[in-house]
């Protein structure tokens, strides 16, 4: 089955700067890459996802890359505020097979 | 309106007693999940059901047996509950496999 791993678990950035985590899958067959922040006692929540057909997507200060060959994707956020403090999740899905797995999290803090 | 709506909110039972919790989706998905989320805000799926059937159930326990009336239900029975069985316990739909799963907001189930 899929297996998705994350890194950093943990991220404290001032505010203002840049954030980066990364995620790796192993299925080759995944082809749908969201990811969800949840703020505390919150649900998890979808910011921005990437299907395999495309190598990037960004959505206001928030973007997404994708590396097929390599198996990792990873989520970029820029001028972080102290309100993008929370806990974001990558996941890998596919069509078939019925499989929608999380990473393990990353509980991000953003220090103003 | 609620997308996903689970009840109750917050469960707090004693070790060996039996509890449902309930879910509904009014998006007309046909794909939902249930996922436990534990202390460590690791999130694990337990279920998948796509149109009724089931698709997935990852190394749970037989104490837990989802049901599903009709696609926009997808219920959680939990047997003889355990103390390791506290967490929050999320479910989701999503129109595909491969596609945004939205989340309803949780229910914490306390195990004494």
């Known amino acids: 089955g899929e297996n998705v791993e994350q890194h950093p678990s943990t991220l404290s950035v001032q505010e203002g700067d840049s954030a980066v985590i990364k995620c790796t899958y192993s299925d080759s067959a995944s082809n749908y890459f969201p990811w969800y922040k949840q703020e505390l006692g919150k649900r998890p929540q979808l910011i921005i996802d990437i299907r395999s057909n495309v190598g990037e997507k960004k959505d206001q200060r928030i973007a997404v890359t994708l590396n097929k060959t390599a198996k990792h994707f990873s989520l970029h956020i820029t001028e972080t505020q102290p309100e993008d403090s929370a806990v974001y999740f990558c996941a890998a899905s596919q069509n078939t097979g019925n499989q929608f797995y999380f990473g393990t999290g990353t509980s991000l803090t953003v220090i103003p | 309106d609620t997308a996903v709506s689970q009840t109750p909110k917050y469960l707090v039972t004693q070790m060996g007693n039996d509890k449902s919790i309930k879910c509904e989706q009014n998006l007309g998905h046909d794909t939902m999940y249930w996922y436990k989320q534990d202390s460590k805000k690791f999130l694990k799926i337990m279920f998948s059901?796509?149109?009724?059937?089931?698709?997935i159930n990852e190394t749970v326990p037989n104490r837990f047996s989802p049901k599903s009336p009709d696609k926009a239900h997808l219920n959680l029975h939990i047997n003889s509950l355990e103390l390791g069985d506290s967490a929050v316990y999320f479910c989701?739909?999503?129109?595909?496999?491969?596609?945004?799963?939205?989340f309803g907001q949780g229910t914490r189930l306390t195990v004494v």
């Open positions: 059901y796509n149109n009724k059937e089931l698709i």
């Open positions: 989701a739909s999503s129109r595909s496999i491969a596609g945004e799963a939205f």
